[in-house]
């Protein structure tokens, strides 16, 4: 078992003690007592005192991770559950003040690999972030991503995309030692539509954001250098243009907007 505890001050404005300041909690631990599987249980808290949204955020997240190999099956499983509040929200985004943190976070990932020639790995992905939700006079934030490490798109905003299905799926091989080469797609589908619009006029806002095909290569020069190129192509849907974009960034409260052709 491994247990890290972290407090660290990511900003600081020389006011009086705590005031003005943004600070990170957190307690992180992993068990390791299953052949080449991890399992973690994490707690991490956010106290923001800039004004910003509001005039103070506190943004708890509980998680729990496992990820690990049996056999040619490798898979990477993460659930989250956000809570917290902001005071004094200044109204923009959403259409009240009374604003709390209540948004759950889901990734996973099973791949599979061939004992044969070049060793090719499919596997199938699938992330939900949870978006803001603004029925019942109730506007609760979606899942914030928090500086994430998992990127699923080469144009959307990636770690902070929110508000968000993700269905992806690719394959890997390497027909060298030193080469990997992939072929990946993603299809990108919003969880909360904008309710704040005059939906007399027009029609509903479509949820469908666009999907994504790339094709990557990797040259492992040696362990500590590698030669990436790629080509990545978005082709979008009818939920970038409808009512201004789809709410997809910004942690699900800005606009990726543009034109479905």
């Not at 068990?31 to 399992?39: F, K, P, R, S």
């Not at 902001?86 to 599979?112: K, P, Q, S």
Request: aromatic share 16%.
């Amino acid at each position: 078992v491994r247990v890290h505890a972290l407090a660290s001050k990511l900003a600081e404005n020389f006011g009086d003690f705590g005031d003005d300041d943004i600070d990170l909690y957190g307690v992180y631990g992993t068990y390791t007592g299953l052949e080449e599987i991890e399992i973690d249980l994490y707690w991490l808290f956010v106290r923001d005192d800039v004004p910003t949204l509001g005039d103070g955020t506190d943004l708890h997240t509980i998680g729990l991770r496992g990820a690990g190999t049996r056999g040619a099956f490798d898979f990477e499983l993460e659930v989250a559950k956000q809570f917290g509040e902001i005071e004094d929200v200044r109204t923009g985004w959403l259409c009240h003040d009374d604003i709390d943190f209540d948004g759950w976070g889901i990734n996973a990932e099973l791949g599979y690999t061939f004992e044969m020639s070049w060793t090719p790995r499919v596997y199938l992905g699938f992330a939900w972030l949870e978006g803001p939700d603004d029925d019942d006079n109730d506007g609760d934030l979606g899942f914030n991503r928090y500086w994430s490490n998992w990127e699923y798109s080469e144009f959307l905003a990636n770690t902070d995309m929110s508000n968000v299905f993700v269905y992806r799926l690719g394959v890997g091989v390497m027909p060298t030692e030193n080469v990997e080469l992939a072929l990946t797609a993603a299809y990108f589908e919003q969880d909360e539509t904008d309710d704040c619009q005059f939906l007399w006029w027009g029609e509903d806002e479509d949820d469908a954001v666009g999907w994504e095909l790339g094709l990557y290569g990797d040259y492992h020069y040696s362990e500590d250098l590698v030669f990436r190129a790629g080509w990545a192509h978005f082709f979008a849907l009818d939920g970038v243009e409808d009512f201004g974009g789809a709410d997809v960034i910004f942690n699900g409260l800005g606009e990726f907007a543009g034109d479905d052709d």
